[in-house]
Structures are given as C-alpha cells and as structure tokens.
C-alpha cells in the first residue's frame, strides 16, 4: 500500500497460516497514551480466528453521537474501492465504509484476522490453487438491497481496470490474471474468480497463495453491484457501502462526509462498531495550523483528529503538558524517494544518494525521532526475515556530499544530468515549496540539473501513477510503501515485479528486470514460513547492485485530537487510526 503522505518525493519469525487460539475479540485493545518505535524490535505477525463472530465487542464507556472531524495535509483522487491504494482512503474504508470477505481485529495490541462478509477464512483445496469462501446470510447495502456472491466476483474482475493506481496480487496469482484487463474490455470471462451461486465465492489460481485470506481484507474485495457501476472511478462518490457508514458526500480536493449506513448489520460484524453520527474529512490542509488547533481544543477543533506527523515545533506540548491529546505507534511505512532506473543511470543514481541533503530536509519537514525512523532497509524492522544492513549512503542520514557526488557524475561522465520530478506546489503549510527549494539547490550544487514541476495537491497523485511521466524521480510509490499485512511478500513483488509495469502502473525504479522477478518467483515458492529470511537477502542485494530508491525513514503513526475525542488507538499494521472504535463527547 502506497504512503499517504504529502511531502516525499526464526519459529518466533513465522507468520504461518494458522488459526489463532480462542479467545474474546476486543476491537478496543491496542495502543494507547505515548508510544515509540525506538528499542527492541517487536516482530510482526497476525495470528487467525476463524470462528470470530459478529458483534464486535463494545468500547468501554463509549458514548453514541456526534461528529468527528479529520482535517489531514494529503488529497485523495477518488474515493473509488477498486483504484485505491493508499494509507488514507484505505483505512476510511476498510473501517468505515466497505465490508470485505476477511479483516483485520487489533486485540491486546496485535493484530488477528477474522471473517467479515464470509463465514471463515476460506477454505483451500489440496493442492492449493482452489480457495472458497460463503458469504454470510442477510448482508445489505446501504440502499437495502442485497449482497450477492456475484458481486464480489465483479469487484475482484473490475479491479482489473485499476491496476495502474491499485495493487497488483490478483494479476501475479489469479488464474488468467497476467492476460485479463477487467470487465470493461476484457469481457465478464475470466478464470480467476468465480461465484457459483449467490452465496459462495471461488478463486481459482495459476499458483500457491498462502496469503490469500490477509488479500481478501481490500477494497478490491468489497462487492459492488454491477448494475450500479458508472465504469470509472466516479462510482466512489457514491460507492454502495456494506459498513457502518456511508457517503454523504465527496468533493475531490476539498471533503468527504460519511454518516451512518442504517442498513449496517452489527450482528454479523466482528469488526467494527458503530458510535459516532458521521465523520468529515477535511483534505490538504496546513498540518501545523490543524495541529496547533486541535490542541487548542476551541470549537469543533475539540472533536478534530489528525494523523499527519507531529511537526517538530509541538513536540514539547505532545510530549508534556497536551499529552493526553497524542498518540505515537508503529507503521507499516517505509518512506523513501523513488528512482526511475529506465531514465537515470546506476551511476547517477549512486551520485544522488551521496549527494542527498536529508538533514535539511528532515529539518524543514519538521521531522522528529516521534515520528520517523532513518532507515536503511525496504523492509521495516518489525517484518519477519528483516536483515539488519547498511549499503553506505542509503541510510537516510547526514547532510550529503555534493563535491563529491560532483566528482562522480564527472567521472561517468554524466555531468548536469537533469532530474525531473513532481512536487506539491499549494501546500498551505509550504513545506513541500521548502523542501524542494532545499532539494532543488543542494543538488545543483552537486552538478545536477533540476526540472521541478510544481503540481496541485490533488492532483500529484493521478500524476506520479503514470508511467509515462516526463520525470524520473518521484513516481509512485512516490513517498513510500506500506506492507499490505505483516509479511515481506506484500512487499516484494509488490514493489519491484514487472507486473506494475505491464499492467500500466509505477513501482520502485520501474524496474522491469528478469533476474528480480525470477529470484521474486523462486522466494514464493518457498512456505511463508520460510520466506522471511530470503526476502531480507533480496532486499540487501536489491539497494546494493540496483539503488531503485533513496531509503528515507520508517515512519511512526502519529494522532493529534482535542480534548472532546477518546479511544484513539493505533493499528499497527497501518499506522493509522481504528477510525470507527473512536467516541466524542458533545
């Protein structure tokens, strides 16, 4: 999953497929008060409840009402489920809005994954190409009418026309997926998925995938009712929601206003609950401003959260006197600045990373140990098979050295080699004008040339997407990658597989290489147990001998709110907010 952001161009190690032993779901467990990331390494996993049923247990002392407002520096596309890949328009979904066949609970800190519109995880046949699941009785839409099988079926084919912006799993694992480019030209046949009556969902595939049940929590899973689909990402502005909210409405640039789904059936949800009226979203505004004023607590800004990082001119008061008002957990990100390998040579791309200022972009970021991690790895430390490495000058530290990465575009003879990118050119905070002002003269001075395009906030992500792009730094994933659950396999391939390429999307380097997607395909044929290890190779060998992005940092989920909000707790496995376990006095 793509980070959300606005500024950035053993035994004990396996994650296995195993059912989770019996215990109560407490969807109000997890993080709370003032945590980091710092010290010992906790090593992700999800453990599996197949039996989890409906309804999900209620917060202690929550209280039914009210709005919350989430104002937030980044502006989403669209809001459509099956073009959506990032951090933000992710979580407002998963949580609020749209139902999938499987989810994700967070109990005592850790996540657990249960049913949610199927009966258990699935069921797999012998030899694991064939996994079948049975959607619940009774599920509605928001409109009354109800779930089929056939619609889920829809939605994982029509996720086939979003793959530019959306991931890539269904193309690499399902039957047929390398050839079909969704229903819209490719026709309603496909092999890959199926539904045999209007209850059972089947997915047929061209090989093993463990991790298919963790896939099936996407968007790119929730039904959608064809008769309803506009064939284009417009259908977000009034997608059909299965959650316990849906949309009011959504105007691209500025909000998105959700209010309660009265056809919600609480009883077959282990997932979620339902205490807040409505919530709205508020996009591309100054994080600092928003963020003083929530801790101000004036006016609505008493029921306001923000999940931007926590600017480095308040972390006096988050760390003192407000700190009842913050919260710091880990996240799934690694941030990092994507290279386009068909554009810019090895060479140049190893200048860049000497010549990189990172301390000054750090400092204009407003960045601080609360909120970010330097990293010097793709996979984030908490990931099973993480290996502990540093290729020099991929650590996301020091100030760069531009003499000598002068030096070194003279010696490839590559001297005022152009970089192109995109940047953020209305961000009220200016930050991202700063930034690349700071970028833009460090790296001239390094013997570089600099053609910055400075583009609307809400239209940077449309643009960074393409793979066609008259750039070559910056495109997505143009901040980072979020692991899509706890294992580096959503990772790789994700990141790196020629698929994104094929299918008219980006990844890091564009990279479109045989050597990669054969050592990617050998690692996956491997039992997930067994992967960890071989991706955290494939992940040193690839910053060594490939250098497709500049490491950044591993980034920390950070929530600023006003005194009148509570229960705000982190998911771990996104960095962001249990949006829907949140209450507010009014």
């Known amino acids: 999953m793509r980070w959300t952001h606005v500024l950035a161009v053993g035994a004990a190690a396996s994650i296995g497929l195993v059912a989770a032993c019996s215990a109560p779901a407490n969807n109000a467990s997890g993080s709370s008060g003032n945590s980091t990331q710092g010290g010992a390494v906790d090593t992700a996993a999800a453990s599996l409840d197949p039996n989890a049923k409906g309804p999900a247990p209620e917060v202690a002392g929550a209280k039914k009402g009210g709005t919350l407002t989430v104002p937030y520096s980044t502006t989403p596309a669209d809001m459509d489920p099956s073009a959506q890949f ?236 407000k700190a009842k008002q913050f919260v710091s957990g880990p996240s799934s990100c690694t941030v990092a600045v994507n290279l386009d390998t068909r554009k810019m040579p090895l060479e140049v791309r190893k200048a860049l990373a000497v010549a990189y200022p990172w301390d000054d972009i750090n400092k204009a970021n407003g960045g601080t140990e609360v909120s970010q991690t330097p990293a010097h790895s793709l996979i984030p430390p908490q990931i099973p098979g993480w290996l502990d490495f540093t290729v020099p000058g991929l650590d996301g530290k020091g100030n760069g050295d531009q003499a000598k990465a002068k030096e070194m575009l003279k010696a490839a003879g590559k001297e005022n080699f152009e970089l192109s990118y995109y940047y953020t050119n209305d961000d009220p905070s200016n930050k991202a004008q700063t930034i690349n002002q700071i970028r833009k003269t460090k790296l001239q001075a390094a013997g570089f040339t600099v053609k910055d395009l400075g583009v609307p906030n809400k239209e940077r992500r449309k643009l960074v997407s393409k793979p066609d792009a008259p750039t070559n730094m910056g495109q997505s994933p143009a901040g980072g990658w ?88 982190n998911d771990a496995n996104h960095g962001m907010p249990i949006l829907d376990g949140i209450w507010v006095d009014q």
């Open 86 to 321: 990032y951090q933000d328009t992710g979580i407002i979904m998963t949580r609020l809005t749209m139902r999938s066949l499987t989810q994700f609970v967070q109990r005592d800190g850790k996540q657990v994954l249960v049913p949610d519109l199927a009966t258990d995880l699935g069921q797999v046949s012998a030899d694991g190409l064939t996994w079948t699941f049975k959607l619940k009785p009774g599920i509605k839409y928001s409109d009354g009418s109800a779930v089929s099988a056939k619609d889920v079926a829809y939605a994982v084919k029509r996720s086939f026309a979003f793959t530019d912006t959306g991931p890539t799993y269904q193309v690499d694992f399902l039957k047929g997926g390398a050839d079909y480019k969704g229903p819209f030209k490719s026709g309603d046949t496909f092999g890959g998925v199926e539904a045999t009556d209007d209850s059972t969902v089947v997915f047929h595939l061209e090989k093993q995938w463990e991790t298919l049940p963790y896939f099936t929590t996407f968007t790119q899973v929730s039904p959608i009712p064809e008769a309803k689909d506009t064939k284009d990402t417009s259908y977000g502005a009034k997608a059909l929601s299965t959650g316990p909210y849906m949309i009011e409405s959504f105007t691209q640039g500025s909000e998105l206003k959700l209010v309660k789904n009265p056809n919600w059936d609480a009883s077959s949800d282990p997932a979620r609950t339902q205490y807040l009226d409505g919530y709205d979203f508020k996009f591309g505004v100054d994080e600092v401003k928003t963020q003083t004023a929530i801790l101000a607590s004036n006016g609505v800004d008493a029921t306001s959260l923000n999940w931007d990082g926590v600017d480095s001119s308040l972390i006096d008061q988050v760390t003192g006197a």
């Open 482 to 569: 979020c692991f899509d659950w706890p294992s580096a396999d959503s990772i790789f391939p994700p990141t790196v597989s020629s698929t994104q390429l094929s299918t008219g999307g980006t990844n890091w380097g564009n990279l479109s290489d045989p050597k990669l997607d054969a050592e990617m395909a050998r690692i996956q044929k491997l039992k997930i147990a067994d992967q960890g290890a071989e991706w955290g190779k494939f992940d040193k060998m690839l910053l060594t001998d490939y250098v497709p992005v500049l490491p950044w940092y591993w980034d920390k989920g950070n929530f600023t709110f006003g005194t009148k909000v509570h229960n705000v707790l």
